[in-house]
């Protein structure tokens, strides 16, 4: 299976940082094959977002180290705050009828959000809309929440057409850098 861009990135931090040692963007390039300005950048930005999630540490302008993986959950605080979902139906057990302001304002909710959400449960027969713009339960299931399957489906299905593009898209960046060695060898 075909390395994902931050992946080559981790694997050349791993090469050249074996020891507590230095490394640069330019040691890291160099390493992963990799040449045009804009990938350089995205390099740069892969390794910002490394620092985030405690992988990497900057030791000075320009110089980052390897630490050691995050175990678990990124290093990012992370509290055990209850998705909005689950906040929302709470709110919508709790009120029984509830407007989209009541969502934004109880539940964190965006209105796109909470439309689409109370949808699914109108299609499920649990909700229904009523003509002031609110939604009534009509159909409690008790506290476990309806899980919005079509949604997760359909986001599985986007995730992986995305993986699938993104490994084209390196395979098209290692044939174009074999290319261009295969040219610089043949200047010489």
């Given at each position: 299976m075909k390395e994902?861009?931050?992946?080559?990135?981790?694997?050349?931090?791993l090469r050249l940082g074996r020891h507590g040692s230095g490394?640069?963007?330019?040691?890291?390039?160099?390493l992963s094959m990799i040449q045009t300005y804009a990938d350089k950048r995205k390099v740069r930005q892969v390794m910002g977002?490394?620092?985030?999630?405690?992988?990497?540490?900057?030791m000075g302008e320009g110089i980052y180290r390897l630490l050691q993986?995050?175990?678990?959950?990124?290093?990012?605080?992370?509290?055990d705050k209850?998705?909005?979902?689950?906040?929302?139906?709470?709110?919508?057990?709790a009120r029984r009828t509830v407007t989209l302001a009541?969502?934004?304002?109880?539940?964190?909710?965006?209105?796109?959000?909470?439309?689409?959400?109370?949808?699914?449960?109108?299609?499920?027969?649990?909700?229904?809309?009523?003509?002031?713009?609110?939604?009534?339960?009509?159909?409690?299931?008790g506290p476990s929440m309806p899980l919005n399957d079509e949604k997760a489906?359909?986001?599985r299905k986007l995730r992986a057409k995305k993986k699938e593009a993104l490994d084209a898209m390196d395979r098209a960046f290692m044939a174009i850098a074999e290319a261009r060695m295969a040219m610089a060898e043949i200047e010489e």
């Open positions: 994902t861009f931050t992946g080559r990135i981790r694997t050349a931090a490394f640069t963007v330019n040691h890291i390039c160099d977002d490394l620092v985030k999630a405690g992988e990497f540490e900057r993986k995050p175990s678990g959950k990124s290093a990012r605080k992370t509290a209850p998705q909005i979902q689950e906040v929302m139906w709470r709110v919508l057990r009541d969502m934004e304002e109880l539940a964190g909710a965006a209105p796109t959000y909470a439309t689409e959400w109370l949808q699914m449960l109108a299609r499920r027969k649990i909700v229904r809309h009523l003509k002031n713009g609110s939604w009534q339960m009509i159909k409690d299931p489906e359909r986001l």
